[in-house]
């Protein structure tokens, strides 16, 4: 069985920002190619893109979030600009600031012995002491070792679809008519747009809902992808595994905004099992430090969940209410800059 310093279980967002970080001998393992297995209208800041070093992704750029709210659209104007990319692309340039072994197998299952893991997989079992699980919602490795971690009544649900369709804001769409429980969007891509439906409290069945949206704008429905995410932050070391991304449940409430976060998260994560690879901190120190930093941001977390939750009870008069207050600039700006300090 061959053993590794460091293995990292998902080679998406968060699995390739932990790899970016690491050196030493690392296994990534994912049971897709890199950047085929899409989910996400990926959309994030800008900046976020950019300082990463995958700003050749990029497809469109706006500084306008327009919500649909009651037949009426408000504007909020961005203080810094949001972008969408090509997840294709972002996952290459990602993957190329790692020297990573990639491997394209399913991991079936995980056992600890002493302070060694062993990870079985559709082609061969590997070892090693240190384990990054970024297997986004189903968290493949820590369910594995601690059985009712992922929380299946925490999960969202969304499916959205590429159409040609061109426009130059961001839109959002809070109406009842559209879908009760959830959020509608168009995220603008240049010569094409993403337009998806998202359920909160993870409603499966929403095709009729993704095509009344597609026709408002004479648009059909192509390929559909999407699927489920947590948005409930829970421990960030499982049996002594890193759990990092959507499978922590880093994906936040209300925005289901991930991409910015998994990010962030995985490169901390990243560093933090570079220094223990390098001696600078012992497991345990990394694993108290890796676990201080995903939590830090519980309260905004918890804060927005409950605006969701409120979101959800309240009538489409006060949603609209809400959103007039927060498209003045003062609002907006005091808003933008909370969310983002999350
Ligand atoms: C419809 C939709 C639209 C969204 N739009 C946005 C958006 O515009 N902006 C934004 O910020 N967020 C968005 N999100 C949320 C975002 O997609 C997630 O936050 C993000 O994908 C989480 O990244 P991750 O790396 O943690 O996990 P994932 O992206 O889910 O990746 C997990 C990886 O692990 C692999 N894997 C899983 N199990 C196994 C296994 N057993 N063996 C091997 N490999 C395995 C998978 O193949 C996958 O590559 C959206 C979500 C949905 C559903």
New binding site residues.
């Given amino acids: 069985m061959e053993n590794y310093d460091v293995i990292i ?7 390739l920002s932990v790899a970016s970080q690491v050196r030493g001998k690392v296994l990534l ?4 190619d890199i950047g085929t ?1 899409q ?6 800041p800008y900046d976020v893109i950019k300082d990463i070093g995958c700003e050749d992704s990029i497809l469109q750029i706006s500084d306008t979030f327009s919500f649909h709210v009651n037949n009426k659209i408000i504007d909020i104007q961005l203080e810094k600009p949001y972008c969408t990319f090509s997840f294709a692309k972002f996952c290459h340039i990602l993957n190329s600031k790692n020297n990573a072994d990639f491997l394209k197998a ?2 079936v299952g995980v056992k600890k012995r002493g302070g060694l893991f062993t990870l079985y997989t559709s082609k061969g079992d590997f070892s090693s002491g240190i384990i990054a699980d ?5 968290a ?1 490795v820590a369910e594995k070792l601690s059985p009712g971690y992922v929380h299946r009544d925490m999960l969202s649900f ?3 679809t590429e159409v040609p369709y061109q426009c130059k804001t961001f839109h959002f769409f809070y109406e009842p008519d559209l879908i009760q429980e959830g959020v509608g969007w168009i ?1 603008p891509c240049g010569e094409f747009s993403r337009i ?1 439906v ?1 359920s909160y409290i993870g409603q499966r069945k929403l095709m009729g809902k993704l095509d009344s949206l597609l026709g408002r704008f004479n648009q059909k429905r192509q390929r559909v992808h ?2 489920f ?1 947590c948005y409930c932050l829970k421990e960030p070391v499982v049996e002594g595994v890193f759990v990092v ?3 922590q449940g880093q ?1 936040l409430p209300l925005t ?5 976060k ?1 990010i962030t998260y995985g490169i901390r994560c990243g560093e933090i099992i570079q220094q223990i690879v390098d001696g600078e901190l012992d497991l345990r120190e990394g694993q108290n430090e890796y676990s201080r930093f995903a939590l830090r941001a519980k309260r905004g977390y918890d804060f927005l969940l409950k605006v969701q939750n409120g979101l959800l009870k309240t009538s489409e008069e006060n949603i609209k209410m809400v959103a007039r207050i927060i498209s003045k600039r003062m609002v907006s700006k005091f808003v933008e800059r909370y969310y983002r300090d999350i």
């Fill in positions: 279980a998902g080679a998406s967002f968060a699995g393992v994912d049971k897709y297995f989910i996400s209208a990926c959309g994030a399913k991991i970024a297997t986004g919602w189903r493949s969304g499916i959205e995220f998806g998202a999407g699927g995410f991304g959507c499978a994906t289901g905004e991930g991409i910015r998994c």
